[in-house]
């Protein structure tokens, strides 16, 4: 049946649910949904923190039973879950051992292959030999058409995309963090290639490149997806569907998130007009009923009064709470707010991340600071701040410029503070946070969405986008004129994401961004700097390309460049300069994206020796058996075969050289 549904007609419902509700006690998380997924749909499910996103993939994943609804599903229907974070068994595996069990069973057909082999060596009378040879074939083509010389190709194209190198393919899965073992139950999910594919905010813990990886691997997708994420630009690239969830109700949305947002603004403003023409009705209805249920025109009020108790009610709009965030400052800058003079950054001697040109921000640039996790980007922002020394160089502030940080992963905060303190602790505005009254502090929170007794919850007690909204809050309290955040999206809800986004636009001082949300990135950067081989690039946008566009057409010409070899730097040394630098540098500090080419070569490589082996063992079976028009057919392959190793060593020998 999961062959059946793999290979089913697009569109072909495969669970659908009726009516489901969602009761924690006295909380109505969401109630009355309906919904219905098809083979090869892909959706992306929005809505802002807090309204049962998780709850409802964990119910339609089957870990968590509705308060009430039905859900039907697809004999046979093979789904896969990922959670935001995972902890995955301590058993003393490996990351390989774990991706390799999504194919158990070709490993078990291989065994078989191997036992044949063993019985056709020993066997004697040529009609078993015969029997034997046949049964043999048959097996050998089965495991071929099931992928059993590619698989471990596959499992290295995974692991490698998302962002795990070679040495660390056979570490214990015990070793790795908690962003590591979320990836690697990621990976074991797409090798599954389950025909449901539930994601939990799959971003998270991927750099950008990673992330791009995972768009393209998951426009390929044959079952169907349903996944949440904060990534606008993941969204747009990867669903044909948008569930929204709030207040309770899920609406559907044809197409990316780019047009379920156009969509939702005329389907609201429609539900509007309708709403107030509707009411203006009634108004009038209503009055004539009052004025004439006991006059003259008793039976025609009566009449209209059964009416407008069966009309259909039109719900007003609902206005969705959203964080209420002015971001202003007094403070005028110099013209220059930073510079950079022979800067090399690292945390100690011997271990540099990267060197960086000599580079400036001026009054009113927005900058965005992007590349590959561990590139150095918070090194970088740290040695801003005075907190980490540069290796060798400077860093210069301009006259009059006052920061405002924000740290990630809310590094920030005072964890047994609660919420009101460490608002209470901040300078606001030049005058100390203490002088602030509790009821003036509280009625400021509540502006980011925190009422009642939430003020009072130690910051411990948190949720990742509650913590978001307090490190804003005390951001937007410091009146700073050079704005340096780091990761700020990270755990903010769409919602949040796109007042913040609105409020820096229209900031009036300075800011530099280090970030992967290239939604953000491309709606605010008037430059974009890119960390990678070491080495700080720096794009700048020419009419009529946005920032973010210019940054990925130079990205895109030093790829080419790398790979044609007439390639220059970007302060015009040739390639073979920079090569040769690269030369000097220990082997494991080669490019991110180099690395992953070769690992993909080195696969390739060994597929295609495993293939060999494998033919030249057939040819000498079909040589004993005298097989001559099978003797043929492997005869050519194993030509074939040989002639496309050749020619993979060739470029393995180049890229190494280069």
């Known amino acids: 049946m999961w062959l059946s549904l793999r290979n089913g007609a697009y569109g072909v419902s495969i669970l659908t649910a009726k009516g489901l509700s969602k ?7 969401f109630e009355n949904v309906s919904l219905q997924i098809a083979h ?46 995972v902890t995955l068994a301590d058993g003393g595996e490996t990351l390989w051992e774990l991706a390799q069990g999504a194919f158990a069973h070709l490993e078990r057909q291989a065994a078989d292959l191997y036992r044949l082999e063993e019985a056709m060596a020993a066997a004697t009378d040529p009609a078993e030999q015969d029997q034997l040879l046949t049964r043999y074939g048959k097996a050998q083509d089965a495991f071929e058409l099931a992928g059993g010389y590619t698989y471990e190709n596959r499992i290295r194209q995974v692991l490698s995309g998302l ?11 015990a070793q790795f963090s908690g962003g590591q073992q979320t990836r690697a139950h990621l990976a074991r999910l797409l090798l599954d290639a389950p025909d449901l594919l539930l994601l939990d905010e799959p971003t998270n813990h991927l750099d950008l490149a990673a992330v791009e990886w995972l768009e393209d691997y998951l426009q390929g997708w044959e079952g169907a997806i349903v996944t949440t994420a904060h990534d606008r630009y ?50 009038k209805e209503e009055d004539f009923i009052r004025r004439n249920i006991a006059g003259q025109r008793t039976k025609e009020a009566q009449g209209r009064r059964k009416r407008l108790g069966r009309l259909e009610r039109i719900e007003k709009t609902a206005n969705e709470k959203k964080i209420s965030l002015n971001l202003h400052t007094d403070l005028r800058s110099g013209d220059l707010v930073l510079a950079t003079h022979d ?12 060197t960086s040109p000599a580079v400036e921000i001026r009054r009113g640039d927005r900058v965005a600071l992007s590349g590959p996790n561990g590139a150095g980007k918070t090194a970088f922002v740290k040695t801003i701040l005075k907190e980490v020394e540069p290796l060798s160089g400077r860093v210069r502030l301009g006259a009059a410029v006052q920061i405002g940080y924000l740290a990630q992963a809310h ?24 002088d602030l009254l509790v009821g003036e502090a509280r009625n400021y929170l509540g502006r980011f969405l925190f009422s009642g007794d939430d003020v009072f919850k130690p910051i411990s007690a948190l949720s990742g986008g509650e913590r978001s909204r307090v490190a804003l809050a005390k951001l937007a309290l410091r009146g700073a004129n050079f704005l340096v955040l780091d990761e700020p999206t990270n755990h903010l809800d769409i919602p949040s994401q796109e007042v913040f986004q609105t409020v820096l636009a229209d900031f009036p001082g300075t800011i530099l961004l280090a970030s992967h949300d290239r939604y953000f990135i491309e709606a605010l950067a008037t430059r974009v700097w890119l960390l990678e081989d070491e080495t700080l690039y ?73 293939r060999l082996k494998e033919l030249g063992a057939a040819l000498e079976e079909a040589s004993h058996a005298q097989t001559v ?30």
């Not at 379920?260 to 509007?272: F, I, K, L, P, S």
């Open 23 to 29: 009761h924690f006690g006295a909380q109505d998380i």
């Open 40 to 85: 090869g749909e892909r959706t992306a499910l929005v809505g802002p923190n807090g309204v049962g996103k998780t709850t409802l993939l964990r119910i339609l994943a089957g870990l968590e039973v509705a308060s009430d609804g039905q859900m039907h599903r697809a004999k046979g229907l093979r789904d896969g879950y990922l959670p935001q974070e």
């Open 163 to 173: 962002g795990f190198g070679r040495g660390e393919y056979h570490r214990l899965l």
């Open 234 to 283: 993941f969204l747009d690239k990867v669903a044909i569907k948008v569930w929204d969830l709030n207040h309770g109700r899920l609406e559907v949305y044809r197409g990316n998130y780019t047009a379920y947002v156009g969509q939702r603004a005329g389907r609201r403003e429609r539900q509007e007009r309708e709403y107030k023409r509707q009411q203006s009705v009634i108004a």
């Open 343 to 354: 800067l090399v950054v690292g945390y100690e001697p011997g271990a540099t991340l990267f």
């Open 411 to 434: 590094a920030g905060l005072d964890l047994k503070q609660t919420v009101i303190n460490e608002v209470l602790s901040v300078p606001a505005g030049g005058r100390p946070g203490k």
């Open 538 to 610: 720096v794009s700048n946008a020419e009419a009529p390309l946005s920032a973010y566009s210019a940054y990925l057409s130079d990205r895109e010409a030093r790829r080419l460049a790398n790979t044609d070899g007439r390639s220059h730097d970007s302060d015009g040394r040739s390639r073979s300069e920079a090569a040769t630098r690269s030369e000097s540098r220990p082997h494991g500090q080669n490019s991110y994206k180099r690395q992953r080419a070769l690992a993909d070569l080195e696969a390739a490589i060994e597929s295609a020796e495993a």
């Open 629 to 658: 028009e099978q003797l043929e057919t492997l005869g050519r392959d194993y030509q074939a075969t040989e002639e496309d190793l050749a020619r993979l060593l060739e470029q393995w020998t180049a890229m190494e050289a280069a």
